[in-house]
């Protein structure tokens, strides 16, 4: 290291940003996810007692996932290392372990490897570190935003305890923003700053459970805001808009948030809250999804879960899917607002779809010798001959347009597809039926 390093990696502290500088390095100074580190808790104790097993911290942004693996470097007797998954290769895998077996083996001591963005790590990488972390080689910190269940190597996750950190609460933000104000050593105590109640629950709020993106916020504030006569800085609620102006969604299209909102998004639906419907919709539009994708989960929506209780639910989600493609955004929301409230509102039936499953399977797992003789194709000649068609009963010849023959195969006579509800048109379907039968 030059002089010139040395004096960067002095200055480097008051260069990084202030949610870095303000990271706690102890549980004590920690803020929020007292469901995992609150007093008592397993992770708790683990990091207080130095027996910490393999762990992968999942959550959104700016919930602490990073901060609890440094909080874990500066109090564990064990080596610490950290890599990053968007740059480290098998290469930087492999010198680490042979780092952690020499430490192992000279010294008895265990090393502790911090992954960040491990679900970044592909399948061959993962698999590098499995046999080290299985026969304990290494222990391992994976952080990620993703859910592990799906994007990280299973024999992995079976060996770790997954934590999931949750957004922070706004009481949780304004803490640490009441914090960074006054911290004079690694805060903005030195400018004197104070912000206006308002000011800092819009912060809180607007952040959206990200306490990085709070802190940002807070920082290009107190910096561009100009000081008063009296050299202290007043940041309004004014300032704070224009330092965080669009509320942060921890929404990717890629992401396990995607699937989850979309996940809410039809559960509302089938569950007739028009409320919760608009209130996902709204979400997945103020975060950009593509309309066309929302439009047809609507129209599955209305065939799946309403059906025949209202068979005009499908003809107002495919006309509103319709209407997004012919006019587009922002104007698409208003149809897709109309499609949603109406299946949401709409009486719920579900049998179309379950009966289809049930033919389904039947095809694929029963054997059915063949279509019952007096249903089969008799427009050609020799299909007399065959005895194909004959005994085939026309049903407009008959009163109601309706008789009594038999339709299904002689294997499947008497199944039941189709068990209708008794809600909306189906009531009526079914009383039709009824009548027909003479039941």
């Known amino acids: 290291m030059d002089l010139f390093e040395y004096n960067r990696s002095l200055q480097g502290g008051k260069e990084a940003p202030l949610a870095a500088r303000m990271r706690p390095s102890c549980l004590e100074d920690f803020v929020g996810q007292e469901h995992i580190v609150g007093k008592g808790k397993l992770l708790y104790r683990a990091i207080q007692s130095d027996r910490l097993s393999s762990v992968i911290f999942y959550g ?11 909080i874990i470097a500066n109090t564990t007797k064990s080596k610490f290392c950290q890599i990053n998954a968007t740059t480290a290769g098998i290469k930087e895998i492999k010198e680490t372990v042979e780092d952690a077996k020499a430490e192992l083996g000279m010294y008895g001591k265990k090393t502790i490897l ?4 491990i679900h970044r790590f592909n399948k061959s990488q993962q698999d590098a570190l499995l046999p080290h972390v299985e026969d304990g080689t290494l222990i391992l910190i994976g952080a990620t935003t993703e859910n592990p269940y799906f ?16 957004q922070l609460e706004d009481r949780d933000i304004k803490r640490l923003l009441e914090r960074a104000l006054t911290d004079e050593k690694n805060g903005m105590g030195v400018y004197h700053a104070r912000m206006d109640a308002d000011a800092m629950d819009f912060l809180a709020n607007t952040a959206n459970g990200d306490a990085r993106a709070a802190l940002n916020a807070l920082e290009l504030a107190v910096l561009t805001t100009e000081p008063q006569t009296d050299k202290t800085i007043h940041i309004t609620l004014e300032e704070a808009q224009e330092c965080i102006q669009k509320r942060a969604l921890n929404y990717d299209r890629d992401g396990d948030n995607h ?24 979400k997945m539009i103020y975060a950009g999804e593509d309309p066309k994708f929302i439009a047809r989960r609507v129209v599955i929506c209305a065939s799946e879960d309403v059906g025949n209780a209202d068979p005009h639910a499908l003809q107002v989600a495919v006309s509103a899917m319709q209407a997004v493609n012919f006019i587009g955004m922002p104007e698409g929301r208003i149809p897709l607002a109309q499609a949603v409230t109406y299946v949401a509102c709409a009486p719920k039936s579900n049998a179309a779809y379950l009966g289809i ?31 194909h068609g004959v005994g085939y009963k026309y049903a407009h010849d008959y009163p109601g347009h309706y008789v009594k023959q038999q339709y299904l195969p002689d294997e499947l006579v008497g199944t039941v597809y189709y068990a209708m509800t008794e809600n ?5 379907m079914q009383e039709h039926l009824r009548r027909l039968k003479g039941e």
């Open 151 to 166: 994007e990280v190597n299973k024999a992995l996750v079976s060996r770790s305890i997954v934590f999931e950190l949750r």
């Open 424 to 428: 909306g048109v189906e009531r009526r």
């Open 259 to 282: 699937y989850d909102t979309i996940s809410a998004f039809i559960k509302s639906m089938r569950g007739s809250d028009p409320d919760a419907a608009l209130y996902y919709l709204a």
């Open 357 to 387: 499953d049930k033919a389904l399977s039947d095809v694929r797992n029963i054997r059915i010798r063949t279509v019952p003789p007096h249903l089969k194709d008799s427009h050609y000649s020799g299909a007399k001959e065959l005895e």
């Open 60 to 70: 959104p942004p700016g919930t602490g996932k990073t901060t609890l693996a440094k």
């Open 114 to 117: 911090f992954i960040d963005e």
